[in-house]
Nanobody, 127 residues
Framework: QVQLAESGGGSVQAGGSLRLACTAS????????MGWSRRAPGKEREAVAR????????????TYVDSVKGRFTISRDSVQNTVYLQMDNLNSEDTGMYYC????????????????WGQGTQVTVSS
């Protein structure tokens, strides 16, 4: 069983930055794909970014939804079992609840197998 705890959400003006963090606890060694999804008000949840590595935590691959490419960066600290999402040049369309997720592996933005979700952290961008 793995548990995910997000932090770092908040309110920011357009053009600003936020950094989200997701710390995994429990049985983490079988989850090679972690990432972030978001749900904007009145919309379906969408995948934002994924980071996938081998069992040796090498050869990491990152994938992003087109709308955040060049603005968001996902990274992982394997020692701390923490995944980060650095969000720069935020705009109002980035507003939403951001969820951390973990799965055995990913194909692009699609998580494969059983997915574990965090509780979410709110991001609000004002114009």
């Amino acid at each position: 069983q793995v548990q995910l705890a997000e932090s770092g959400g908040g309110s920011v003006q357009a053009g600003g930055s936020l950094r989200l963090a997701c710390t995994a606890s429990g049985v983490t060694d079988r989850f090679f794909c972690m990432g972030w999804s978001r749900r904007a008000p009145g919309k379906e949840r969408e995948a934002v970014a994924r980071i996938t590595s081998t069992s040796q935590r090498t050869n990491e691959r990152t994938t992003y939804v087109d709308s955040v490419k060049g603005r968001f960066t996902i990274s992982r600290d394997s020692v701390q079992n923490t995944v980060y999402l650095q969000m720069d040049n935020l705009n109002s369309e980035d507003t939403g609840m951001y969820y951390c997720a973990a799965a055995w592996t990913c194909s692009g933005l699609t998580m494969i197998g059983s997915v574990t979700w965090g509780q979410g952290t709110q991001v609000t961008v004002s114009s």
